[in-house]
Every structure is written in C-alpha cells, then in structure tokens.
C-alpha cells in the first residue's frame, strides 16, 4: 500500500519531467507515457 502510495504521489512529477524533456527536443516514446500515466 504504501509503495502504490508513493508511485502515484510521483507520477506528476515524472510526466512532467518527460514533458519538459520534449519541449527540449527529445523524442520521447509513447511507451514511455503509458508506463508514467500508469504509475
């Protein structure tokens, strides 16, 4: 319970950073946002 806790409390800031990257150019796979909206 407490690992699930702590995944979703960190999903916003890992989409976020994956946003960021690609406002910075990076390609980013569509993997990579199904695994960050799953968590």
């Known amino acids: 319970?407490?690992?699930?806790?702590?995944?979703f409390h960190n999903a916003p800031d890992i989409a976020g950073i994956v946003r960021r990257l690609q406002e910075e150019g990076y390609?980013?796979?569509?993997?990579?946002?199904?695994?960050?909206?799953?968590?």
Do not use: D, G, S
């Not at 319970?1 to 995944?7: D, G, Y």
């Not at 390609?27 to 968590?39: D, G, K, N, S, Y």
């Open 1 to 7: 319970m407490l690992t699930k806790a702590v995944i």
């Open 27 to 39: 390609l980013i796979a569509p993997e990579v946002w199904l695994v960050a909206r799953r968590a």
